[in-house]
């Protein structure tokens, strides 16, 4: 008896789940394509949480009312997996963003993206910044909107304390000096100089960068100095080490947001973030950006970033569609769009670094700017269909000589053996 | 709760002369105070060992709770902090607008009772196929099923998807069901349990005319309820908890369930843990709530007395 | 294998005759039959695939190009391929006993009427139902090599070179296997506790009477009669062992180095994170060669000690 009603009840509530689950009781209902306009698919990862592809997109479709874009929207963590499943199924999404260059290489070298010469001819080659890392034997299959590069981000308060002004012009060995003064322990509570993130980038790509080095090339002499550097601060104690950042997932706005680290090398996405986090009362660091430090003292700045870019999908179902989109979201439109929530766009001239500056809350002194004009931007990594075995590579070899596993000798050559047994081959 | 089996132990005389009294009884009958005394130190004991376990068990839901009362930049410090120094509440409240939780609570409940409801009962179908009947090709067959345990997902998941692609079957929850609820896992499970069950069992019941089904139904499942119950509280958890089937499987916003809801507050660069510890939080009661009315089963015992294994 | 040699022997029916086990066989179809269909044609099908297609090259967008062991070979000489299968059969040799001790131990312990044993088994579940990410940062922090709590401990102790835990090659893999352990430990008990109330009680008293100790009892009833949940148990945790991923990727990712690298990391790397699905297959079709044969073994074993 009392098993027939259970089975019943079991029965009526999956029946009742049934419907609510169907009729999509959850988040926004799917956006219907609305008469007469073309309905264009666009693949983002976290669109709550990345406001860039809400603006462009509303900008987009309030230029051109006969459009309506909807977002594909996919976790950060695990984008590009989803992406190449999709794609493996024929996936007919219209425009793919590329998160980063080694998924660009992958995809493009498949044959999956459409090649958008002429999208890239009208926007202009010469103001795209980062243009040149989508170009595989002339052919360009992405066209890049936003274009990140780091600087040094610094705490004013705590410099002003140790009575250093600014952090310009610096050396890495200025800096790591600067580093160490500005290290201090009251009533338990260490106050950093300096926080190095875990990312192999914030050597490896540095060094690359500064270096001319090329980090699929197989041979790593160039990165020693910069090992020196990043493990002499942490003996030192000038920056958290490496294991402790790496295994309690320490997150770096963390320890820029609540003071603990005077200064940071970090990528310009953190503008936004550190906005946001200031505007909702969440930190109250009075904040500068400053120049990367350099190898040498000549003035000259260099830097490396990462490009983001919008590319489309070979089975597209509106493939001019896309290509327009494109072309607009890449040209000084939709860099205005962007800048206006403090992404940096691509597309560099001087009205849109003007819209830049016109932000609430930015730093406005002198080398702020100067932060914002390096004088070179390298790749943080090279486009080939090699780049994501190395990366992995590097990523390992990384580990152990941050660790202090490893003589930074020993690593150094260990990468350039796997990476050349491993990867270039034979 | 009547059931065919305690119907047969009443009924059939070999298996017991007269219904066995519980072991409680038993138990008071005997030589009561040395008994007790040990019984009550013994129990003294156990609730010591128990508590230690506890608290070493909890130490990181502590945290995790501790946490969804933070700001997120508060989460991930060095050194660690246990107790928030402001208690963030609005974490909770928040929740609900930040993401539509509740539907994607919703979409989560309906994924994982239809899929446990299918898998306990195809599960406990086959497991009776496997154990209780003879025919040829039955080992080949269920050493295949264990085989496929053996594969890791993530071998044949662009397969599996080009599949339910071209069955028109991506971005639904059909899709998610269907993988899930003819899980190996569960016709093992029970296939295992029903080999504890003496065969004498279902013979009695042949005598009485009982078909098959009838012996599955009627006899086995009653039996079984301490592993039906945890088949199904394991089922339940793994597909609440699951995260790469519906990732790859549901793409519209409205179909997610709560784990790929808690996933969206990862970034590209960074991750707001606060958010993400409050909403494992709040995904735990349900959870919890299951396990509190299963595990009444698993004390039940199983109406074997009289039984000569 | 033939049939006949795993085949149990659960009662016979009748006398066996051919009519009869045509019956059989249908009838132990149509309790197979809701659950196989499902099964054949979303999971058996797929791997399948997979595993044919571990003789081909295939970056699931063009056609796939038949290599024949090209991708073996290729397997064999890599030398991240043997590290991740050392260090995945590490894992399995800490994971599965200790695994199993525990979860049986606080089976038996938790298998009793008492006030509040709902509470307990609940919690010894919890870790299985933690976030991960909660469990790794806070393990993680246990294990900290400078002041973490374990290391203090081992101090106190007089170890004075305590490990580095999950920043050392040499310790990392040791701090998983614990923080593994600890993890699954409820999941298994779950099982374990089902198995222990199919033991039926007179067996207990038979053995009590006969003036068996209670270790003489645990070892003479409880572990025989638990061969089917054993059986099940060893051959899960051997096989989630083997497939060990989400906790490996938030807790050390695979690192320092290699020195946590598995398997099914490098299957996930080279087959969606490059699009290598050839590569990758090869090396699952290992991976389950292994697994399956250890199974088997297992499943022989048990069936004799049936007999």
Known sequence: MKRTTLAALALAVTAGLGLTGCAGAAGPAEEQGQEGKTRL????????????????????????????????????DDYPQKVTTMLAGGDTTDVLTMKNVIDYARYANNGQLQEINGVVDTVGKDSLAGLDAFNIDGKYFAAPYRQDFWLLYYNKELLKAAGVDNPANLTWDEYSALAKKLTTNADGKTTYGTYHHIWRSVVQAIAAAQNDGDQNGGDYGFFEDQYNTALDLQKSGATLDFGTAKSQKTSYRTMFETGQAAMMPMGTWYIAGFLQAKKDGKTNVDWGLAPLPQKSDDGKVTTFGSPTAFAVNKNAQHSDEAKKFIEWAAGEEGAKVISKIGVV??????????????????????????????DKTALEMPVSDKSGAVDKILNQEHDLIMVGERPVADGIAEMGKRVTGEVLGK | MTNMAEDLKAEAPFLSGAPAPAPEDRRRTQRESPRERKKRTTDV?????????????????????????????????????????????????????????????????????????????????????????????????FLAYIGTIAVPWQAYMVPQYIMMQNLGLTNSFNALILLQAFGAFGVFLMRQYYMTIPDELCEAARIDGLSEYGIWARVILPLSKPALASLALLTFVNTWNDYMGPFIYLTSNRLWTVQLGLRSFVGQFDAEYAMIMTGSVISVIPILVIFLIGQRYFIQGIATSGMKG | MTTETLTPAPVPVSRGNRKQARRNTLIGWTFILPNFLGFLAFTLIPVIAAFALSFMEWTSFTAPRWVGLENFQRMLQSDTFWVALRNTVVYALGHVPLTMALALGLAMLLNRKLKGIGFFRVAIFFPYITSLVAVAVVWNMLFSPDNGPINQFLNAIGIAEAPGWTSSSDWAMPAVIITSVWRDMGYYMILYLAGLQAIPTELYEAAEVDGASGWQRFWNVTIPSLRPTTFFVVVMLTV???????????MTNGGPGRATTVLSQLIYQEGIGEGKFGYSSAISLVLFLIVLSITVLQFKLQQRRER
């Not at chain 1, 766009?345 to 390096?374: H, W």
């Not at chain 2, 609730?47 to 506890?54: D, H, N, Q, R, S």
């Not at chain 2, 979409?107 to 195809?122: F, P, R």
């Open chain 1, 41 to 76: 698919t666009v693949s983002v990862w976290n669109y709550e949480g990345t406001p860039e592809f809400k603006a462009l997109f509303d900008s987009y479709e309030a230029a051109n009312p006969a459009i309506d874009i909807e977002p594909v929207d996919i976790l950060a």
């Open chain 1, 345 to 374: 766009p691509a597309l560099q001239n001087d009205a849109v670094t003007d819209a830049y500056f016109q932000l609430e809350g930015l730093p406005s002194d002198e080398l702020s700017k100067k932060a914002f004009t390096p």
């Open chain 2, 45 to 141: 004991v156990i609730y010591g060992v128990l508590a230690v376990l506890v608290v070493a068990l909890m130490v990181p839901f502590f945290w995790m709770l501790s946490s969804s009362l933070k700001e997120n930049n508060q989460v991930l410090t060095v050194p660690i902090q246990w107790i928030p120094s402001d208690f963030v509440w609005s974490n909770y409240t928040d929740i609900w607008t930040r993401i539509p939780m509740l539907g994607y609570l919703q979409n989560s409940l309906y994924l994982a009772v239809i899929i446990t409801c299918l898998q306990v009962l195809t599960g406990s179908l086959a497991a009776y196929g496997f154990s209780k009947v003879r025919f040829p090709g039955r080992d080949v067959l």
């Open chain 3, 240 to 250: 989630s062992s083997f497939k060990v991923f989400d906790l490996i990727v938030v």
